[in-house]
């Protein structure tokens, strides 16, 4: 899962590179191939398989990568699978949405996009 993490991050600190090369924005990311059915997933989840520990950082990590896929690709659709995370993640982690709006802020005021930063924001 920490790869996961460290995938976002490296896409996040190279994205502004990718468009500064004349890059189309749409050519960025691959949309994701398959779509998760996270009712499906909920529901497993509801009934205790897994541990928490590893449920709520994959349900952040779910959440993120498709709204890194509207941010960065003018996606609407990755926006909307987005926020179905956000909402199925949520009835199993309540603090979820919380937690959404912190991490979003840290991208927003470039914590992550330092790569000097790593060791001390994404420890694997």
Known sequence: MCYWV???????????SFIALGFD???????PAEIIDYRRIFEG????????ELSFPWWCI???RHFFNALHGR????????????DWGSRLHPEL??????IIKRFE??????PRQYAGQVNC
């Open 25 to 31: 924005q749409n050519h960025f990311l691959a949309r």
């Open 62 to 64: 779910e959440y993120l």
């Open 75 to 86: 996606d609407n659709k990755s926006l909307a699978h987005a926020q179905e995370g956000l």
């Open 45 to 52: 989840k509801s009934q205790n398989e897994g541990a928490a």
């Open 6 to 16: 460290l995938n976002l991050v490296q896409h996040e600190i190279n994205y502004h």
């Open 109 to 114: 005021f470039g914590a992550f996009k330092d």
């Open 97 to 102: 949405r919380q937690n959404r709006s912190e």
